[in-house]
């Protein structure tokens, strides 16, 4: 477990510093009309550290329990609750919260869609043959380097603006490729060594076959990391990003202003903190 979890707080982090503005944007400013905070800025800063308050409360309060609640429907209910009670219920913008509650169905739809599609192609190339073991060390190599174009492809086109890094398309293209490449040749390298142990496979004909795909289970758990740090850490740096924008430009309200790095690096921070101790 000390081998998974320092695994996940370095990719968490670097998903939360390089990939966690996108997000964050729309905590932010996309949940409650700002427009109507102009004249009473003080109630929206108020409103946000109570959002903060509310969700961190119950969350660690979840999480010492055990159970698997969602950090984003926290933090989006007590940002509607603030709105609607403190202000007005036409504070709340009803149409970006029905995109996001839209999207907490959507989602779980199409990860099981894209997970059903990459299981049957594992069947069909790997495990539902004559040579499972064989298969696997040829064809594992392919879904490292899909991973690995997946997840920089994102970080390259939504990630990096907030950093100072913008590519145009082709170069975002050809870096994407490269990484996947890079990842490839890692995997490959690391399952080299593996080899056919007919002992292992007394019992269970797909233990050798497994130890290769333990491999590419690491890169997975990896991106996985990376990507969740970089769409849970907004939850916590949405409102906080919110209080330091209007608190600096002392009390004018915009929705233009960028996410500061430093409220990325303490939500990173936090989130890898959490993890460590209750994850």
Do not use: C
């Not at 209007?246 to 989130?271: C, D, K, N, R, Y």
């Amino acid at each position: 477990i000390k081998q998974a979890i320092i695994i996940a707080v370095i990719f968490e982090f670097s998903g939360a510093i390089l990939a966690g503005g996108e997000v964050t944007a729309t905590i932010r400013k996309g949940i409650l009309d700002a427009a109507l905070f102009t004249n009473e800025p003080h109630l929206l800063v108020y409103g946000m550290l109570a959002s903060l308050l509310a969700a961190g409360s119950w969350l660690l309060i979840a999480s010492s329990l055990g159970w698997p609640v969602s950090t984003t429907h926290s933090i989006i209910g007590a940002i509607v609750g603030f709105s609607a009670v403190g202000v007005g219920v036409d504070a709340v913008e009803w149409n970006q919260v029905v995109k996001i509650v839209m999207s907490w169905v959507v989602s779980p739809v199409l990860a099981g869609i894209i997970a059903f599609t990459l299981f049957r192609s594992l069947q069909n190339l790997i495990i539902d043959t004559d040579h499972p073991f064989n298969n696997a060390k040829k064809y594992v190599p392919y879904y490292m380097f899909l991973v690995g174009l997946v997840v920089s492809l994102v970080t390259i086109f939504k990630g990096l603006k907030h950093v100072g890094l913008s590519f145009d398309t082709v170069t975002s293209y050809i870096l994407s490729i490269g990484f996947g490449v890079l990842i490839a040749i890692i995997g490959t390298f690391l399952i080299r060594n593996i080899h056919l142990d007919p002992d292992e496979n007394k019992d269970f004909y797909y233990a050798s076959m497994e130890r290769v795909f333990s491999v590419l289970m690491i890169i997975t758990a990896a991106a996985m990391a990376f990507a969740h740090g970089s769409n849970d850490v907004a939850n916590a740096i949405g409102p906080l990003s919110a209080v330091v924008s209007t608190v600096q430009s002392e009390g004018m309200i915009s929705s233009q202003s960028g996410v500061q790095p430093w409220v990325l690096f303490v939500g990173a921070i936090g989130i890898v903190f959490g993890l460590t101790i209750l994850g």
